[in-house]
């Protein structure tokens, strides 16, 4: 068993403390700093980033030969966290506590501890394990949420205000396929510039956005169980990257039927369910989102983009886009 502690704050010294555990070094650029896990130990790395206001992004990309603990155990105050579990699997408890919370691959867990009780992390050996979590100092994050949160009233904002952790928070949610795809997009990208780093920063907060809105009506509603189950997500997901695949092709409910064997009135459930959207404003959502990044990223022109995307109308193309973006398609690729 391999056992890491952390017995500082902020982001900048729970990455030295990680780095001196393992004898290794930090790399920093800027507010983002990163350890790489040595080659005796595993592979991977573990980078987290600070932003104002006391909201950090911590990632965890790591495999590790033995069994790992990563020990946070400071005497103060700790983050209120949501952590979101993007590969393999790993566990949770609070320090002190024999009761551990199993997460699961697209799983994710709000937790905030009580008084100065740690958080405690365990990665399994030889596994490939993948966990996202943003973290908010909560006396700093007051100064940018206190207006705001005091409308609220509910078991979440209270965690999130209690600046002297008087009370523990912990919560199950759902499975994300929003999240997930956030996450794939922030692992995409290298912080090395202003862009990368507001990049990632509107990210976190886009994945804080709807953590906090999943978990509001968790607690609203009172479920004892996430209302998507994993197979559901798991078909989510294979709808989404067969629609991703397909694109060219004119992906549809039948032809997702035929290459998936999910019936046409199960799929438009699943994605009223788990999006609270349908198949088609999907689809038609996807090609509008794809068409901008083409659009700024290729050498392809509007038509081109069009054939792409399994269209076969460019006016209707230029109608949507400039709905959606309030500008024409050929516009938008002649901005700088």
């Not at 155990?73 to 393999?88: E, I, T």
């Not at 202003?194 to 509107?202: I, K, M, N, V």
């Not at 009506?217 to 990257?241: G, M, Q």
């Not at 046409?264 to 994605?271: A, D, G, P, T």
């Amino acid at each position: 068993m391999l056992n890491l502690n952390i017995s500082s704050l902020p982001m900048q010294q729970v990455l030295h403390d990680l780095a001196v555990g393992l004898n290794t070094e930090v790399t920093q650029i800027c507010n983002c700093y990163t350890v790489r896990l040595p080659e005796r130990v595993g592979s991977g790395f573990v980078q987290g980033v600070q932003f104002p206001f006391g909201f950090a992004l911590l990632n965890y990309q790591c495999l590790f030969y033995q069994d790992t603990v990563i020990r946070f155990d400071l005497d103060q105050v700790h983050p209120m966290k949501f952590l979101h579990c993007f590969d393999g699997h790993f566990t949770h408890c609070f320090a002190q506590s024999n009761n551990t919370h199993e997460v699961d691959r697209f799983q994710n867990i709000g937790v905030a501890s009580k008084r100065t009780q740690g958080h405690v992390l365990h990665f399994p050996a030889k596994v490939n394990t993948g966990i996202c979590s943003v973290e908010m100092d909560r006396a700093k994050f007051q100064q940018k949420t206190a207006c705001l949160a005091n409308m609220e009233s509910s078991a979440l904002t209270e965690a999130l205000v209690d600046a002297q952790a008087h009370r523990q928070f912990y919560r199950k949610g759902n499975y994300s396929v929003q999240v997930s795809e956030i996450i794939q997009l922030i692992k995409a990208v290298e912080f090395r510039d202003l862009a990368s780093g507001l990049y990632l920063e509107g990210k976190s907060y886009e994945i804080l956005s709807l953590y906090w809105q999943q978990f509001s009506d968790l607690l609203a509603t009172k479920l004892d169980y996430p209302n998507i189950s994993k197979i559901e997500y798991d078909h989510l997901r294979e709808i989404t990257t067969f629609i991703a695949e397909n694109i060219r092709t004119g992906p549809t409910l039948g032809k997702v039927e035929q290459a998936l064997r999910l019936k046409e009135k199960y799929v438009q459930k699943l994605f009223k369910k788990a999006l609270n959207t349908t198949f088609a404003q999907y689809l038609k959502e996807y090609r509008l989102k794809k068409s901008a990044e083409l659009l700024q990223t290729s050498d392809l022109n509007v038509s081109q983009i069009v054939y792409a995307l399994g269209l076969s109308n460019r006016s209707y193309f230029t109608k949507i886009f400039k709905e959606k973006f309030g500008i024409t398609p050929t516009d938008y690729k002649a901005e700088p």
